[in-house]
């Protein structure tokens, strides 16, 4: 008997959360457990994707983008401000075979007027005009329109786009603000090389991050990109994105249905990304080139788009019932986990809400506080910090003390938009799928900061 006593002495001793009422000690010791895996599925996808640089990295021959028909597709609605600029830069793309097919969702806006500029001095960009009721019905409905209208063209045996099969045709998602760098193209067929990669992802940067705000938006795409995306890469699971996402048009249509590949989702790109990797296709992302768009520089509205984003992610939730053909299994718990991820933000978000509470009433219990904080930091720093040794130019101890202290920054934003969890998940909970799009600011070209690649 005394030896079962000095075993619960011990195992009271070595418990953090002592003291407090079981439910609460049930509570903390699930916060602490998620946080832990957390923490350690990050550096388990950090120390992937350095492993896996070599393997996937380098671009190949320049030729070797002939071997396929490039389908740039760029959804607008409303987009006078951007639209030339990114039409234009996609006509300097360096490639053979091409087609830019611009989809006009329904603008009010002067976009018609300004595409009917563009397509009466060039004749590689069509214009695909939607019209209300049709119009005006989401991203991914003017995705498939532009899907349907391909696979149409296609049909005709006399058309340019009948010359490829559809193991060699790609369909390039950019946004009306996208600006895609020209060596994209050649930077991924490496990886269509392989014939079960379905879709490449490319690195998204922000070109307006001469100001604050954006800046750490673009900070945030790094975070994803060289992190998250890239250990997943390694898995052959990383997933696509609304902007810079090469899809392999076989690929899409092993998912299609009759309206098309995309599901009327608020965040489209996801769901498509997870729904290809059920399907047993691999997904890659490339950070030797990527896609430049427009960040916000007013909370307000940066709030709403992420609110919006959120949502997409409680949407996705329904997808983790889904098998996951092929699948390794740890590959298959990473993703699992990642489509967990509002669920485990929204308790690990209360918890520290909660922990702040209890110690203003029971001061006695600070350390209980600490641990949760300490731990709630360095799930938010670790990836900051790895985002940053991988694009900041340069080496030395400078650029660990550079990366150390702009990680903070990170940390600091991911907590000031944190509470859109919680309003995501209300809204869904309330059904509410209505959603406004970003208004664009005037392009702006000053010089932006050159933090990192």
């Known amino acids: 008997m005394s030896q079962l006593e000095s075993l619960r002495d011990i195992l009271v001793a070595i418990n953090p959360f002592s003291g407090l009422p079981p439910i609460l000690q049930t509570v903390y010791w699930v916060v602490f ?20 640089t070599s393997r996937h990295g380098s671009s190949g021959p320049a030729q070797a983008t002939d071997d396929y028909l490039w389908v740039f597709v760029v959804p607008a609605l409303n987009e006078e401000t951007t639209i030339r600029d990114s039409v234009t830069r996609l006509q300097a793309v360096d490639v053979r075979h091409r087609r830019i097919l611009v989809v006009n969702d329904g603008s009010e806006d002067g976009t018609g007027a300004v595409l009917d500029e563009i397509t009466s001095a060039s004749d590689d960009v069509l214009v695909l005009t939607r ?28 058309s340019s786009l009948a010359q490829f099969d559809e193991a060699h045709t790609v369909i390039v998602i950019v946004d009306a603000d996208g600006r895609l760098e020209p060596d994209a193209p050649r930077a991924v067929t490496p990886h269509f090389d392989d014939a079960r990669v379905g879709g490449v992802q490319v690195l998204v940067r922000i070109y307006n991050r001469a100001r604050v705000l954006p800046w750490v938006q673009d900070l945030e795409f790094a975070v994803f990109g060289w992190v998250y995306q890239r250990g997943r890469s390694a898995l052959d699971t990383a997933n696509m994105g609304g902007n810079g996402q090469f899809n392999r048009l076989s690929a899409l249509q092993s998912i299609a249905d009759e309206c098309g590949p995309w599901r009327n989702r608020l965040t489209e790109d996801q769901d498509l990304g997870v729904r ?4 047993g296709w691999k997904g890659r992302q490339e950070n030797s080139t990527w896609v430049s768009q427009q960040g916000l520089s007013s ?28 699948m390794r299994p740890l590959a298959r718990a990473d993703q699992i986990w990642y489509l967990l991820t509002p669920c485990t933000q929204a308790l690990v978000g209360a918890t520290v809400a909660l922990s702040v509470v209890y110690v203003a009433i029971d001061i006695e219990h600070l350390h209980i506080a600490v641990i949760t904080g300490v731990m709630f930091y360095l799930m938010s720093f670790a990836p900051g910090v790895a985002a940053m040794l991988a694009s900041l130019r340069g080496n030395g101890p400078w650029r660990v003390l550079l990366a150390i202290a702009l990680a903070h920054c990170f940390v600091i934003y991911s907590w000031i938009i944190y509470p859109v969890v919680y309003q995501a998940a209300l809204r869904q909970l309330l059904h509410r799928q209505s959603w406004s799009k970003t208004a664009r600011e005037p392009i702006d070209d000053d010089p932006a900061l050159s933090l990192s690649v």
Do not use: F
């Open 131 to 158: 019209r209300p009721p049709s119009a005006r019905q989401g991203k991914a409905a003017a995705l498939n329109a532009a899907y349907r209208h391909l696979l149409a063209e296609r049909s005709d045996p006399t």
């Open 33 to 52: 457990v998620t946080i832990l895996i957390s923490i350690l599925s990050e550096l388990w996808l950090m120390a992937k994707g350095a492993r896996a």
């Open 276 to 279: 290809l990797l059920e399907q």
């Open 299 to 326: 909370l307000r509205r940066l709030y709403r788009q992420r609110v919006r984003w959120s949502q997409g992610t409680w949407q996705a939730l329904r997808l983790i019932a889904q098998p996951r053909t092929g």
